[in-house]
C-alpha cells in the first residue's frame, strides 16, 4: 500500500508545478524563481501569501496539473485517430514522455526530469487544445482527412 501511494505522489511530483503551494521537487535553485510573477504575489503580502499558497492556489495548481495531462492524451489520442504519419508522430511524441515518467516514478520522482521531454509534452497538449476546439465547431473529434489527396 505504501509502494502504491509512493508511486502515486512521483507520478504527481513529475508532472507538478515549478512554483506555487504544489511545488514539489528540487528546483530551489530555478532562475525562474526569481521573476516568477506568482513568486512575488506570494511574499508581497500576508493576503497574497494566502491567495498563492491556500485553497484558492491549491485548487488553481491541481487543474493546471490534471489538465495539461488530459490535453497531453486528448492530443495523442487525436493524433492517432488520424492514421498514417499523424499516428506514428502521436506514438513518437508520447513514448519518450511517458517513458520519462516511468524512470522518474521509478527513481527521484522530480519534475526536473520532465525538462527533457517538456517540448514533446507541449506539443501533444497543442494539439489536445486544436482536438477540442475542432470538437467544438464540428461536435466531432473525427478529422475529414483526404486519402490519397492530389494538388488540385
Partial sequence: ???ARLFLNKSFFFWSPWSG???????ARNPWLKINPFESIAKGSQEGNDLVN????KIISFTWVMGCISLMFIGFFWL??????YSN???ITLIPVVISWLVTMGT????RFRIPTMSLSVFLQVMGYF???HKVKTRSFAVALEPNASPR
Fill in 21 to 27: 503551494p504544489l511545488a514539489n521537487g528540487t528546483m
Fill in 108 to 111: 527521484i520522482g522530480d519534475h
Fill in 131 to 133: 482536438a477540442l476546439r
Fill in 80 to 85: 492517432r485517430s488520424m492514421k498514417g504519419i
Fill in 1 to 3: 500500500m505504501k509502494t
Fill in 89 to 91: 508522430i502521436a506514438y
Fill in 54 to 57: 491556500k485553497s484558492v492556489g
